[in-house]
């Protein structure tokens, strides 16, 4: 993906990986079973993030059900200077990215065992970006989104086909039209498209 790691940072990658491995079952973070499995399925879309337009000037960053760290632990880990907080409402997937935080040394990653929409009712327009993954979008979670969000944050979704991760990419301004953009990557290993839509168009996605 052109992304530029160095050794400290692969072994952190390396690191949260076999820690996802080790846990996966104890904590339920995830089905697959091997880390070329994780590595493949879950970390390369994950480290895509990176790669979103505007994300380089991010400081402060949410991940909305944050499970086991994908994609907020790699993105943290391949951008040290922003600022995460990971809220998920399991308290065992909590104390795992708590440990993962402070085995590899994420100063700046701060795990919250909460309901995001109660936790956003304390926050106004605090985060530069916010990730969602995995998680049933509905009217009350865009209400608590547009809450957090900058006035010019961006808005990270995923979905997924066989052949890719898809990532659609929302803010309030400067959008303008869609755009979208994809990453063939090594063979084996999926390719990325990234599609950039303006915040209010989220509201067609939403099932109710």
Not at 81 to 86: L, N, P
Not at 163 to 168: M, P, Y
Not at 170 to 190: D, N, S, T, W
Request: glycine content about 6%; proline content about 1%.
């Amino acid at each position: 993906m052109g992304l530029q790691l160095d050794a400290a940072m692969l072994a952190k990658l390396a690191k949260f990986v076999s820690l996802v491995v080790k846990y996966r079952r104890g904590a339920s973070l995830t089905s697959l079973k091997s880390a070329s499995a994780i590595i493949e399925r879950l970390l390369v879309d994950s480290l895509a993030v990176s790669l979103v337009e505007g994300v380089d000037r991010s400081r402060w960053c949410v991940d909305i059900g944050a499970g086991a760290g994908f994609p907020s632990v790699a993105v943290a880990i391949a951008l040290p200077q922003t600022s995460w907080v990971a809220v998920d409402s399991s308290p065992s997937k909590i104390a795992f990215l708590r440990y993962v935080s402070r085995e590899i040394d994420l100063t700046s990653y701060n795990a919250v065992c909460a309901n995001f929409t109660e936790f956003a009712s304390s926050r106004q327009r605090d985060f530069d970006l916010v990730v969602i993954r995995g998680l049933r979008l509905n009217r009350r979670l865009l209400r608590a989104v547009r809450r957090v969000l900058s006035e010019s944050g961006r808005v990270v979704l995923y979905q997924h086909t066989e052949r890719f991760s898809q990532l659609d990419v929302y803010c309030e301004l400067a959008c303008g039209e869609a755009q979208a953009r994809e990453i063939v990557l090594e063979k084996g290993v999926r390719s990325l498209r990234f599609e950039y839509h303006r915040l209010d168009g989220l509201a067609e996605r939403l099932i109710c």
